[in-house]
């Protein structure tokens, strides 16, 4: 089989008053920020500027010439544009296009138009800025024995997807206790097949043995720089760990939160640890494309693009997309810091479970998680999850700095990448749960009304610093 690599184009009174204090100071200054950035858009030629046509690509346009864009519009639509590329999620089509300034200012003033956005970069961000002698990470599994993770639900029979760098399957916390691995297919968005055109799968013991997989990977690596499937970045891996590891290698003790999950991983970040829009839509549409046949029931996206989104960015629409489908979404609220409107997309998106990370080892919000709210004034994020020195699955094929490095099997990180798996296994475990007890798939306005009751509020309301709170594993 020929392949052809792609281009690159509880601490209690005294925290809820901290909290309340840092949320006036935070209102106040979300208040300047609106006014100062809200006030430039209104003079603009285009009055939905603020909402649909992204400012980067409004300022480019207007000073002449063209760009590419993306045009997210109704499927029934035609944008009559130079289009390159398109993607369908069911009524909704995103157009990728040479647009000018004549071709903005139609499309700006269509109701069939929904958001019209430039070029983005997806990334995602492993933090070494945090002191590692702060933390007792080699002691304690922190995640699981935060979120209350000690049973009797443990993901068995749900599938969770997570589209990242990919995966070292050699791991051994990635087999059950048949020595079988626990993954259910891998794609990779990174090579297509030169046969079929498509992008290449690999069903373990279907396509081969994982040694198979491994001779093969080995040989791309070799001569294009880049194995298909293979993590040799490390945060799709230890991402991966957190849900689902078997914790084998550490007798038990790193284990993730939901360890009887199968997986179902989707390679489109490179070794660098970043991806092109249009990789990330060719992903999130495999995802969408191929939900019923693999059964995913959880989607975790440890990444995003930065970018002032109201939710309607083609990354956002995507996911919102795959959520109507009855898949849980859950995704990174970013590392930009303790800063108002600084949720990535997809995040943003109005289906998407927002994630942002809490220290909890110090028991309070990670200094670095993004804050919301969105520029429509939606409350993000959704939920906070453990986030800080989680330790997790090391691929052998990355070195991270030795003060992180817990043996040759895991490895300490920090970043809303970390609470996104965490949070979504928590999910899966939910689902099992919900199963058990009621004899159906839970549908996500369930899950959302279990996690009220389910959470420990950090405040009164849902807010833009933690949203509704910390959510515990599913007991009885």
Not at 70 to 91: C, E, M, T
Request: glycine content about 6%; overall charge negative.
């Amino acid at each position: 089989m020929k392949f052809v690599k792609r281009r690159s184009s509880r601490r209690g009174n005294s925290l809820l008053l901290e909290h309340r204090v840092a949320v006036k100071a935070m209102v106040a200054t979300l208040t300047a920020i609106a006014l100062i950035a809200v006030a430039p858009l209104i003079a603009r030629p285009l009055s939905s500027a603020l909402f649909k046509v992204d400012p980067e690509l409004h300022s480019i346009l207007m000073a002449g010439g063209e760009a590419e864009a993306y045009i997210a519009h109704s499927s029934a639509f035609n944008p009559n544009v130079k289009s390159l590329k398109q993607w369908r999620f069911g009524d909704i089509t995103i157009t990728k296009a040479i647009l000018s300034k004549s071709d903005l200012e139609r499309l700006a003033v269509s109701p069939q138009v929904i958001s019209i956005v430039a070029i983005k970069e997806a990334r995602h961000a492993p933090l070494y800025s945090l002191d590692p002698s702060e933390y007792p990470f080699r002691d304690i599994d922190i995640d699981n024995e935060f979120h209350e993770a000690c049973g009797p639900w443990y993901g068995r029979n749900v599938t969770i997807a997570i589209i990242d760098t990919g995966i070292d399957y050699t791991h051994p916390d990635f087999y059950d206790e048949h020595n079988r691995s626990v993954i259910v297919v891998m794609a990779s968005m990174l090579y297509k097949s030169v046969e079929t055109g498509q992008y290449i799968i690999w069903i373990p013991y279907v396509n081969g043995t994982m040694e198979d997989l491994l001779a093969l990977d080995m040989q791309l690596w070799e001569r294009y720089g880049e194995p298909a499937f293979l993590d040799i970045h490390g945060h799709g891996t230890h991402c991966a760990g957190i849900a689902v590891g078997r914790g084998w290698a550490s007798k038990g003790k790193y284990r993730g939160i939901a360890p009887e999950a199968r997986l179902v991983v989707v390679k489109a970040f490179d070794k660098t640890g970043t991806a092109t829009t249009d990789t990330c839509l060719d992903a999130l549409k495999w995802i969408y494309d191929n939900a019923e046949r693999y059964g995913i029931k959880v989607l975790s996206l440890s990444w995003g693009a930065s970018y002032t989104s109201n939710g309607r960015d083609p990354l956002s629409l995507a996911c919102n997309q795959i959520a109507e489908k009855g898949v849980f979404v859950f995704a990174a609220a970013g590392n930009a810091g303790n800063i108002p409107t600084t949720v990535v997309a997809p995040a943003v998106a109005e289906d998407v479970v927002a994630v942002g990370a809490w220290d909890a080892y110090k028991d309070k919000i990670a200094p670095f998680s993004s804050m919301g709210p969105t520029i429509d004034l939606r409350m993000k994020p959704d939920l906070m999850a453990s986030g800080v020195m989680v330790v997790s699955c090391k691929s052998q094929f990355v070195d991270f700095p030795d003060e992180y490095e817990v043996n040759e099997h895991y490895v300490a990180l920090s970043g809303t990448s970390m609470a996104t798996p965490t949070a979504a296994a928590i999910a899966a475990d939910f689902i099992e749960y919900y199963r058990y007890w009621n004899g159906r798939d839970p549908t996500f306005a369930d899950f959302t009304e279990w996690l009220l009751h389910n959470s420990r509020r950090i405040g009164p309301f849902k807010d833009f610093m933690t949203g509704i709170g910390i959510p515990m594993a599913p007991h009885s």
